[in-house]
């Protein structure tokens, strides 16, 4: 049998496994204190922002977590909700599990907005097309 080192995941404590755990579902883009940075777990030397989750004797209470959200994330916000609970209750067993989406921000582009059409012409530099003489021989404008 050979001895665990310490910082391996069984060794961590239970607010650092919710926080991976919560972490790695890609529509989450980070954890968030919540109002007032309540939403915390206090460890030696150390605070978990984003988890509110007790060890030992008040293992019965609930795993509380706020995130902050890539949207649109691809699903509903309650069915996001319920798979980040899954993975909370995967890392802290069958407790009631408080999720929280404490904002939204834009997901990242993947892919560009427009394609290019094969044939098209470009516009000229500088804007959109020309709209030709101005009123009493003004210089014409470029829409933008």
């Known amino acids: 049998m050979s001895a665990q080192l310490p910082g391996q995941p069984s060794e961590r404590p239970l607010p650092e496994r919710v926080a991976a755990a919560v972490l790695s579902h890609p ?13 915390a777990s206090y460890l030696p030397g150390r605070r978990v922002v984003g988890v509110r989750a007790a060890e030992g004797a008040a293992a019965g209470e ?9 949207w649109p994330a691809g699903t509903s916000l309650p069915v ?24 939204l921000v834009p997901a990242p582009i993947t892919a560009p907005i427009t394609a290019p059409v094969p044939g098209a012409r470009a516009e000229p530099a500088g804007g959109g097309p020309a709209t030709g003489p101005g009123p009493a021989g003004t210089p014409g404008t470029r829409l933008a």
Do not use: H
Request: charged share 25%; hydrophobic share 50%; glycine share 10%.
């Open 27 to 39: 529509a989450v883009a980070r954890l968030d204190g919540g109002p007032f940075g309540s939403v």
């Open 62 to 70: 609930p795993v509380e977590v706020a995130v902050v959200v890539r």
């Open 80 to 103: 996001l909700a319920e798979e980040i609970a899954a993975r909370v209750r995967g890392v802290a067993g069958e407790r009631p599990v408080d999720v929280t989406v404490a904002d």
